[in-house]
């Protein structure tokens, strides 16, 4: 599976049921059905906190194509405090986070502070005090 920005090929990282698809050039991160939804233990929860909706206003970036099916990704934006926009497969194979995104929603979007052994492990990988990249 290739990027839907930059075009290279994508690195899997797995932890517990978490496959995250990295990209090393540009680090985005592509999670694909129902993984966003495992961060918080609640697949409700998780769904409820993805739809916050469409982004108000006309976003500078440009859409990018579902690395699965080709098409493209609509603009979306979570729901809580501090909304994040990301990009979403119409036909629900996943989601794109541009670099930065995901230690977004690690930091503001997850309900609870030090959850899940998952959603520790990522904090530790991708965000939350030291900041590591993907390399």
């Known amino acids: 599976m290739n990027c839907p920005v930059c ?3 994508l ?3 797995e932890y517990e049921q978490i496959e995250i698809d990295c990209c090393a050039q540009c680090q985005g991160i592509w ?5 966003l939804e495992l961060l918080f ?3 409700e929860q998780g769904t409820s906190f993805l739809s916050g909706g469409a982004p108000h206003g006309q976003s500078p970036e440009r859409r990018r194509r ?3 099916c080709r098409r493209q990704m609509s603009k979306a934006v979570t729901g809580g405090d501090h ?3 990301y990009d979403r497969c119409s036909r629900g194979h996943g989601i794109w986070l541009d670099k930065g995104e995901l230690e977004q929603l690690l930091t503001h979007g997850v309900a609870h502070e030090g959850g899940d052994r998952v959603t ?3 904090r530790e990988v991708f965000g939350g005090g030291a900041h590591t990249n993907v390399t």
């Open 7 to 9: 075009k290279e090929p």
């Open 11 to 13: 690195i899997v990282a």
């Open 31 to 35: 999670l694909d059905a129902g993984e």
């Open 41 to 43: 233990g609640n697949r």
């Open 66 to 68: 579902c690395p699965i």
């Open 83 to 85: 909304p994040v926009m």
């Open 120 to 122: 520790a492990h990522l």
